[in-house]
């Protein structure tokens, strides 16, 4: 597609269910990334994943969560056992190696 | 080590002009800006690359101090739509792995 697509929107869920949040890139885009803001701040990093290499999973939080991108394309971010302190909005964004990253709109996650 | 930068927050009167910094206590090998306007995903605006070599928009412009590990982002004639948070990302290492700034608000009012 034209741009980086995320799905769902928005997603409210209980506390201690688990989560999938989707990214769909720009096709072509080598690297794809994971980053979440919570609201009025910065952005976190979570997850890079470039090319066919090992995935640098360094931000994230806890082994609650998890990620993966299949076939080079689609990415999936896990979160297990959802706390309060993960609402946040979920930011996924592609690129070419040395650009500028394309976000997609975000998953705004409210955890209940 | 998350980039700091300054201002915080600025306020302008249109076509007043702002700069922006970001400075790292790493070695660079690239510095990447970003705006976000409220309740929207961040638009890259340009990317500054070690050795001097600029990717982004036209109407934007950027500077690159190596030695100092700074960037600024010079706004000139301020418009309306320039208002939002601007936001610097990093790069330290290999690869193209985003660590981003502490964010400054801009409000461009009439």
């Known amino acids: 597609g034209a741009g980086v697509s995320q799905s769902p929107s928005n997603k409210v869920t209980e506390k201690g269910k688990d989560v999938e949040l989707r990214c769909d890139p720009i096709?072509?885009?080598?690297?794809l990334y994971w980053y979440r803001q919570s609201l009025g701040q910065g952005l976190e990093f979570l997850i890079y994943?470039?090319?066919?290499?090992?995935?640098?999973k360094s931000g994230l939080p806890s082994d609650r969560f998890s990620a993966e991108r299949t076939g080079g394309s689609v990415s999936t971010l896990t979160i297990q056992r959802t706390q309060q302190e993960d609402s946040a909005v979920y930011l996924c964004?592609?690129?070419?190696?040395?650009?500028?990253?394309?976000f997609g709109s975000g998953t705004r996650l409210t955890v209940v | 080590q998350q980039p700091v930068q300054s201002p915080q927050a600025v306020i302008l009167r249109e076509g007043e002009d702002a700069v922006i910094n970001c400075s790292s206590s790493?070695?660079?090998?690239?510095v990447h800006w970003y705006r976000q306007k409220h309740g929207e995903a961040p638009v890259f605006l340009m990317i500054?690359?070690?050795?001097?070599e600029q990717k982004g928009h036209e109407k934007i412009s950027a500077s690159f101090n190596e030695k100092k590990q700074q960037s600024s982002l010079y706004l000139t004639a301020s418009q309306l739509s320039y208002s939002g948070t601007y936001f610097c990302?990093?790069?330290?290492?290999?690869?193209?792995?985003?660590?981003f700034g502490t964010g400054t608000q801009l409000k461009v009012e009439l």
């Open positions: 790493k070695a660079l090998y690239s």
């Open positions: 964004a592609s690129s070419l190696s040395g650009y500028g990253y394309t």
């Open positions: 096709s072509g885009h080598t690297a």
């Open positions: 990302g990093t790069v330290t290492g290999g690869g193209n792995k985003l660590t």
């Open positions: 500054l690359l070690k050795g001097g």
């Open positions: 994943f470039q090319g066919n290499s090992a995935p640098d």
